[in-house]
């Protein structure tokens, strides 16, 4: 058996097991410019009507020892030869970080796969995790009917609803969402909410038309930074943006391992990847992006209750819940910045 056989065939079988829709070919042989050359797993597949051929090169190295540079040399040659619209290294051990530079100014594609318990795959995705603990300090909203903020001064959150629902739960579910998709740990944010229509809300049991609901909030906080263990039942891992891959309809099985929230080093940088100040966490269907955060200061027993949907009735354009100009001291731990900078946010 050629030598490293076993991890090209798990490599294919997880690839069929992400979208049985494609073709997927194990060990074949074609003719370059120099002679026979060998394909460990091809992709074949069509985008808008057009035929496209994807290349996977499979190393099964030693877990401690990593793909370098040089290997990307050797792939981009060979994806000249084999005229590969797409060419992609699966490593068993890793790639260093020359090699991934490499990898992205050439577009080769750097992957890793996972698939619990199996002897074939001798390597755990071991990567740096930056996490979130945060404190909201405040947290309200207001409603409005046209121009003209409605008094709520008089009723408790328990009193004022939507379909017989807390709106207080939509709120604090709106700030976890904003918080979740932005990598924000200080400020202060608002978040303006139009609907398609007047909507009946039920404020201390009296009706009123509402066309509007704004949530404000403060949060206050630090980034952790940790080394992990990441595996998954049946998934690739992208060396390059970070994500984890598997199939929507399948399982969706993954562990995070070896992972303290407080009991890591605490760090006042900007995490690597989001020093753009328009840095989104763009998570597509069928993919993770491993960014925890861990939250106090909301009531958890109005988060619990049932939530009102009020998302159904936002128009369209306030739907968007990434925040496009973040500041980049809004990204940072809140003992570097100065008192003046938080008061000013």
Not at 33 to 59: A, H, M, S, Y
Not at 148 to 158: K, P, V, Y
Not at 238 to 245: A, E, N, R, T
Request: hydrophobic share 35%; proline share 3%.
């Amino acid at each position: 058996m050629k030598e490293g056989l076993a991890f090209q065939e798990v490599v294919a079988e997880i690839i069929r097991g992400l979208n049985p829709t494609i073709e997927v070919r194990e060990e074949q042989w074609t003719m370059g410019p120099d002679g026979r050359r060998d394909k460990d797993v091809e992709i074949i597949t069509k985008q808008n009507g057009k035929l496209v051929k994807v290349l996977i090169e499979c190393k099964d190295y030693h877990p401690k020892s990593k793909i370098g540079i040089s290997y990307i040399d050797a792939l981009e040659s060979k994806s000249r030869d084999l005229q590969a619209d797409l060419t992609i290294l699966c490593s068993n051990a890793g790639f260093t970080q020359p090699a991934i530079k490499k990898a992205i100014r050439v577009g080769i594609g750097l992957i890793g796969v996972m698939k619990k318990a199996d002897d074939r795959i001798r390597y755990l995705v071991t990567e740096k995790m930056y996490v979130r603990d945060i404190n909201y300090d405040h947290i309200n909203y207001s409603l409005f009917s046209g121009p003209d903020e409605i008094d709520l001064s008089q009723a408790t959150s328990n009193e004022i609803l939507f379909n017989d629902k807390l709106v207080a739960t939509y709120a604090l579910r709106i700030v976890n969402k904003i918080t979740a998709m932005n990598p924000i740990v200080n400020g202060r944010y608002s978040i303006n909410q139009e609907f398609v229509k007047p909507l009946l809300f039920n404020i201390k049991n009296n009706e009123v038309y509402c066309t509007k609901i704004i949530v404000n909030f403060r949060i206050t906080g630090n980034w952790h930074e940790h080394v992990v263990k990441i595996d998954a039942t049946n998934a690739i891992y992208d060396w390059v943006s970070k994500k984890l891959m598997y199939n929507t309809y399948y399982s969706r099985k993954f562990s995070i391992l070896d992972i303290d929230v407080f009991g890591n080093k605490k760090i006042i940088r900007i995490p690597p990847g989001m020093e753009n100040p328009h840095h989104r966490i763009d998570v597509k269907d069928g993919e993770n992006f491993f960014g925890i955060f861990t939250a106090t200061g909301a009531d958890d027993t109005i988060l619990r209750q049932p939530n009102p949907s009020l998302e159904e009735y936002v128009v369209q354009e306030d739907k968007d819940m990434y925040i496009d100009e973040l500041t980049i001291e809004r990204k940072m731990s809140s003992k570097y910045l100065s008192t003046t900078v938080l008061e000013n946010l």
